[in-house]
């Protein structure tokens, strides 16, 4: 048994190292994030959190720490490289996928618990948020330790078992990390769960089993030192941004031009459960029809459903938002492989049977869209075409192809290929047809030509037209993000050393503004791309002041 929690650690580990460095960083939250945590290593300051000279109080303080550590230990200081960062969100899947496979376990055996946490693994959400250096990956292991807890609490409760004494200490400890993680979203998701079950059971009761009261003490243990600091450092601005704006921006209206109607996370399901949405879809629809008998179902579904409602009536959607969630449904395809198999594939009602094959509509679009993307990505935008694209359109289509189960069961070897497929298919995507796509990659290409041509050992670039965080991150903390005419003013203000970037077609408006002080700018270079996150062509020249 505890060579299966070693096996799902390191498989979950080689499912997310490939594209961890070779990705450049990915604007625009993780650049925020990082450049947050760089700027901390920079000052020593470990409880304020800022970019640039901005306080940064949307989220609390743990991931920085938690990346703090990791550019420690690498032991390159500020100008440790963006893969470091990424170690905390590889270590934050690795253990939400020990979590699973140990709830799913403890419910309902081995072979269950291994097929749960391979699914963890090998979804897209956790490939991608497993190399993305931001909250989300530890946030997930958080919740899946407390959740984990809470679920055995509950079924010891139901059999009037006797409750271990670790499973309080877990969930509490889980609870406190997650509020430093990400605030609320933790207890948010047990309260949600809890709350389902009472109004089945109509008992609350088994929730004493906690130790409440220490319970709360060991919270606040975690989580008071610092909310006394930094309430002490910002002067009650942090609570305001966090609380005031963020939290409730979010759930008042649509935040940052994400605001959506309900039915975004049934849309993007497929995508982002792939490729075990439809295995995933096909367990829960069976444990809709058989939970009133047992409460491990009853906890997968209370797990799962009042989080994902929730999420779809915020107005502010984002994908990373209902991944808490996904592991529910996780434990159900473990379940599923406990039953007989005339059980397991009992048939669907009709509606249960539609809602199937609309989710097997979404398995085949997305197989064969990822297997477009890696062909079609290297010829739109590099105009060539990479030999790479082939293992990965055929490891994507096969997955997919392995994905469609005959029946609703589907045996623990099958499920394991399925996570092998997606492996392969997300490391060639992640790991080396990503980064190879060098006109989207602008900041790094900026990079390279600012340090190729810099006149001086401290000098500073001041950008227009092109102000994306990871700009920030690459090229140094005092980039100065302005406009063409603060451009002009950085150049004229120190000509021997500055350096100024700015579209190619506000050269004459640059060269104007520098005339009036007897000045002209010299282009040194031109940088060609596409901004993907406003989905602009740019073409951007580099310049200094005209010796």
């Known amino acids: 048994m505890n060579r299966n929690y070693l096996f799902l ?3 979950s580990i080689l499912m997310t190292v490939s594209g961890l460095a070779g990705l450049p960083p990915v604007d625009r939250d993780e650049s925020r994030f990082v450049q947050a945590t760089k700027q901390m290593v920079e000052t020593g300051d470990y409880v304020d959190i800022r970019f640039q000279d901005a306080s940064r109080y949307k989220k609390p303080i743990g ?15 500020a100008t440790a490289p963006i893969w470091v960062y990424r170690l905390v969100s590889m270590l934050g899947i690795a253990l939400a996928v020990v979590g ?16 749960a946490g391979l699914m963890v693994a090998a979804i897209f959400a956790t490939a991608f948020e497993g190399r993305d250096a931001k909250t989300d990956a530890m946030l997930l292991a958080c919740c899946v330790a407390a959740q984990g807890a809470l679920a055995q609490v509950y079924l010891a409760a139901r059999r009037n078992e006797p409750v271990p004494n670790h499973l309080p200490w877990i969930f509490w400890i889980a609870q406190g990390l997650g509020i430093l993680i990400k605030g609320p979203v933790s207890p948010l998701l047990s309260l949600l769960t809890a709350g389902a079950l009472f109004a089945f059971d109509r008992d609350w009761r088994w929730l004493l089993k906690l130790k409440l009261v220490r319970g709360v003490a060991i919270v606040l243990v975690i989580v008071l030192p610092w909310l006394i600091l930094i309430s002490w450092k910002s002067g009650g601005a942090f609570f305001q941004e966090a609380v005031g704006k963020d939290m409730l921006n979010k759930v008042a209206q649509g935040e940052e031009s994400h605001g959506l109607p309900p039915g975004f996370y049934v849309l993007t399901y497929s995508l982002f459960m792939w490729p075990f949405g ?15 008998d047992d409460p491990r179902l009853r906890f997968c579904l209370a797990w799962y459903i009042p989080f994902w409602l929730l999420f779809e009536a915020i107005p502010t ?9 996904y592991p529910g449904v996780a434990l159900l395809i473990g379940w599923l492989l406990t039953l007989p198999a005339e059980q397991a594939n009992a048939p669907l009602k ?9 989710t097997a509509f979404g398995l085949a679009v997305v197989a064969i869209g990822l297997a477009l993307v890696c062909v079609g990505a290297p010829l739109y935008l590099n105009k060539t075409f990479s030999w790479w694209s082939i293992p990965a359109a055929i490891a994507a289509l096969t997955t997919g192809y392995l994905a469609f189960p005959r029946q609703l069961q589907v045996p623990l070897g099958r499920i394991a290929a399925i996570a092998i497929g997606a492996g392969i298919t997300f490391s060639l995507l992640f790991g080396v047809i990503g980064p190879s796509l060098k006109p989207i990659w602008l900041s790094p290409a900026i990079k390279a030509v600012v340090d190729a041509n810099r006149p001086c050992a401290t000098s500073v670039l001041a950008s227009s037209r092109f102000q994306e965080p990871s700009l920030v991150f690459l090229v140094g903390t005092n980039t100065v993000l302005t406009d063409v005419d603060g451009v002009a003013r950085h150049l004229a203000a120190d000509p021997a050393c500055a350096l ?3 579209s190619i077609g506000d050269e004459q408006k640059l060269n104007q503004l520098l005339a009036g002080q007897g000045k002209s700018a010299k282009r040194l270079t031109e940088i060609d ?9 740019v073409a951007l020249g580099l310049y200094r002041v005209a010796q």
């Open 278 to 292: 439809l295995i995933a879809l096909g367990a829960g629809l069976q444990a809709i029809n058989r939970f009133r």
């Open 9 to 11: 650690f390191l498989f």
């Open 500 to 502: 100024g970037l700015t």
């Open 350 to 358: 009709r509606w249960q049977t539609w809602l199937w094959w609309a």
């Open 529 to 537: 791309g596409i901004n993907y996150s406003s989905g602009d062509k």
């Open 317 to 325: 959607k984002l994908p990373h938002y209902v991944m808490p969630a």
């Open 63 to 77: 991931i920085y720490w938690l990346q703090s550590a990791a550019v420690a230990l690498s032991g390159e200081g």
């Open 100 to 115: 699973i496979g140990w709830t799913g376990t403890k419910l309902f055996g081995a072979n269950a618990g291994l097929a």
